[in-house]
Nanobody
């Protein structure tokens, strides 16, 4: 599966953005999907995950109640709605796919998108 992330940009603190990750190739509905982010000088960290079979979701504590992950299997797309953005949310955001599973860990994913930059100004 190939992944293409989009929707990043520059936004003021308190604003919102919606990231999209479009998949092509194999059956999208068989993939658990995750969002990760990497700020300059830091390791890539887990943000959110949605399962492949029952749409259960989970979030990093730092984004819980502000971010929402969702998927549209007909459009082969996963979304990350980000509200109440903070400067510390500034990072490159990556989507990732795992066949018949989902994970909070980076090494749990075989397929990665190219990343989209999110910059939140104070």
């Amino acid at each position: 599966v190939q992944l293409q992330a989009s929707g990043g940009g520059l936004v003021q603190a308190g604003g919102s953005l919606r990231l999209s990750c479009a998949a092509s190739g194999r059956t999208f509905s068989n993939y658990g999907m995750g969002w990760f982010r990497q700020a300059p000088g830091k390791e890539r960290e887990f943000v959110a995950v949605i399962s492949w079979n029952d749409d259960s979701v989970d979030y990093a504590e730092s984004v819980r109640d502000r971010f929402t992950i969702s998927r549209d299997n007909a459009k082969k797309t996963v979304y990350l709605q980000m509200n109440s953005l903070k400067p510390e949310d500034t990072a490159v955001y990556y989507c990732a796919a795992r066949l018949y599973g989902s994970s909070w860990a980076r090494n749990g994913y075989k397929y990665w998108g190219q990343g989209t930059q999110v910059t939140v100004s104070s």
